[in-house]
């Protein structure tokens, strides 16, 4: 039978959720629009802060149009929103997947810092992120919900390897989980403004070297020594 108005080949462009293939290509071009804005502020943000940037300068480096990045960011300041909650979900990302190694959380605490270091020294938005919440432009709230977060983290590995007995019977795990949130913090603050952030993982790894024979078991140590 002859298809004089094509329905044949309409059907065969729509997928099966019913949902037309061109709209899902305007979807993925406007989700990939968006990242190239966040990528582009993040980027300049950690080279010059949130006031030192400018629209003009991220728009360029971006390559989209100027309607295209009001549309998705009307201001600059939904664009450090943008890149602080890309940031979180990097360390989100961080969590689940160390979740999945089955490594001890002590030993997975470790690791995990390891990995923030390298996502704020390798990743531009990640060390964008962390120099907008170290920037006075960016509100109390933003913040305080990172510290928060950051602490939080912390403090789940620090218990569980309490729970685990690996850690010292003097070792107080809510004490210990703000002091190390706190070094990680003040040790990449003071490696940002110093333009220093090459030695910001052999700092990381001095603390360590400092804190696990005060706070972790013999047995602990020994099996570390032992697998590295």
């Not at 990528?39 to 010059?48: D, G, P, S, Y």
């Not at 629209?55 to 939904?78: D, N, W």
């Not at 703000?178 to 030695?199: F, K, N």
Request: proline share 4%; aromatic share 6%.
């Amino acid at each position: 039978m002859s298809d004089p108005e094509g329905w044949a080949d309409r059907s065969a462009s729509v997928p099966a959720t019913g949902r037309p293939r061109r709209a899902e290509e305007r979807h993925e071009q406007s989700v990939a629009t968006r990242n190239a804005i966040v990528a582009a502020a993040a980027q300049r943000f950690a080279e010059v802060g949130y006031h030192g940037a400018t629209l003009s300068e991220i728009l360029s480096r971006s390559g989209v149009t100027k309607g295209a990045m009001y549309f998705h960011f009307p201001h600059k300041e939904a664009m450090a929103e943008a890149v602080i909650a890309a940031t979180d979900a990097i360390w989100t990302g961080l969590l689940v997947e160390l979740k999945t190694r089955g490594w001890d959380p002590l030993c997975t605490l470790v690791v995990l810092t390891e990995r923030v270091v390298d996502a704020v020294r390798l990743d531009p938005v990640a060390r964008g992120g962390v120099r907008l919440l170290n920037d006075a432009a960016v509100t109390v709230e933003q913040g305080a919900a990172h510290d928060r977060f950051a602490e939080e983290a912390v403090a789940t590995h620090v218990w569980a390897a309490a729970e685990a007995g690996m850690l010292r019977p003097s070792v107080d795990a809510a004490v210990l989980a703000r002091q190390i949130a706190t070094l990680m913090a003040g040790h990449h603050l003071i490696c940002e403004r110093s333009g220093t952030l090459d030695v910001l993982p052999a700092r990381v790894a001095a603390m360590w070297d400092v804190l696990l024979p005060l706070i972790a078991t013999d047995d602990w140590l020994a099996e570390r020594r032992v697998s590295t």
